[in-house]
């Protein structure tokens, strides 16, 4: 069975070796543009080889990288609507739930980021 992204996360060897061969991919501009995902897609998102065997999502990766393991189920969102970015400042882990449920994600952000009313 070929590994898993989490079980490379977990082996600082092999998670050093995939951060090599992962941002050389990613085109990083400034930590508020998106970066673009260079090398093959579908349906507009990144795809990467995990091993000869296994693919994933690049900007799963990304995400990963910046935060850690991702728990079963949780999808990983764009909060740019740009399926190719792999910046992890514009990727926001969630369910399929708040995929379907949730609607404009941009509305929903700019309440995330607004001020905190606290008397
Ligand atoms: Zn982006």
């Excluded at 994933?56 to 393991?69: D, E, K, Q, Y």
């Excluded at 400042?89 to 609607?103: F, I």
Aim: glycine share 8%.
């Amino acid at each position: 069975m070929s590994a898993t992204l989490n079980m490379i996360l977990g082996d600082p060897v092999r998670r050093a070796n995939l951060e090599r061969r992962f941002w050389v991919k990613v085109d990083r501009r400034r930590p508020d543009e998106c970066w673009p995902w260079l090398k093959p897609a579908k349906n507009g998102y990144g795809i990467f080889s995990l091993s000869s065997t296994r693919t994933t999502n690049a900007h799963r990766v990304a995400w990963a990288l910046r935060n850690g393991p991702i728990r079963e189920r949780t999808i990983i969102r764009h909060s740019c609507d740009n399926p190719a970015c792999c910046n992890p400042a514009h990727l926001v882990p969630g369910t399929q739930l708040d995929n379907v449920s949730k609607g404009d994600e941009g509305v929903r952000f700019s309440k995330v980021a607004g001020p905190r009313g606290r008397r």
